[in-house]
């Protein structure tokens, strides 16, 4: 039995994600289609004070996974423990690092993983907050499906 449930969504799609861009630096407005799938979740702001020039230029997973855990353990993490039902919407490289820590994957299986952009993807954590059933998707297969397709398409040179 599930000690904690834990939902994670990767924010709706972006006009970046649209135009094949990568937007984890630039907070890219949603498109038509993000605007409906993330059903007004709100935008990440947590750069919103810093100028330009304090702006990273890149980003890779690993770096990500190294801003991201320590969030998790400082923040989300006693909150979950105080039986707090807690919601993450984020881009999917901080989602990413957040499922890599969960469940144990390879540097090469979280690479192949493509979260779907606007579809809530939920885990039943024990006390160790680890896993007791592979990640599910609260959303129609053939909804989850397509998205799926279309978040591994992003970032792929267009022909």
């Known amino acids: 039995m599930a000690a904690y449930k834990l939902v994670l969504i990767r924010h709706g799609e972006s006009?970046?994600?649209l135009e094949n861009r990568f937007s984890g630096w630039y907070d890219a407005d949603l498109s038509p289609a993000g605007?409906?799938?993330?059903?007004?979740?709100?935008?990440?702001?947590?750069?919103?004070?810093?100028?330009?020039d304090q702006l990273p230029s890149c980003?890779?997973?690993?770096?990500?996974i190294a801003r991201a855990?320590?969030?998790?353990?400082?923040?989300?993490?006693?909150?979950?423990?105080?039986?707090?039902?807690?919601l993450i919407a984020a881009h999917g490289n901080s989602l990413q690092g957040i499922v890599k820590h969960?469940?144990?994957l390879s540097e090469e299986a979280i690479?192949?993983?493509h979260l779907?952009?606007?579809?809530p993807m939920g885990y039943e954590l024990n006390k160790n907050l680890k896993p007791i059933k592979p990640m599910q998707f609260?959303?129609?297969?053939?909804?989850?499906?397509?998205?799926?397709?279309?978040?591994?398409?992003?970032?792929?040179?267009?022909?």
């Open 102 to 104: 969960l469940e144990g």
């Open 35 to 52: 605007h409906e799938g993330a059903n007004n979740i709100s935008k990440d702001r947590r750069y919103a004070d810093l100028t330009e």
């Open 138 to 159: 609260l959303g129609g297969e053939e909804t989850v499906r397509k998205a799926m397709e279309a978040g591994a398409a992003q970032g792929k040179a267009k022909k």
């Open 111 to 113: 690479m192949e993983l």
């Open 59 to 64: 980003e890779s997973l690993k770096d990500t």
């Open 69 to 86: 855990l320590p969030f998790w353990n400082e923040e989300i993490v006693p909150q979950i423990k105080e039986g707090k039902w807690v």
């Open 116 to 119: 779907p952009t606007g579809i």
């Open 15 to 17: 006009t970046w994600n």
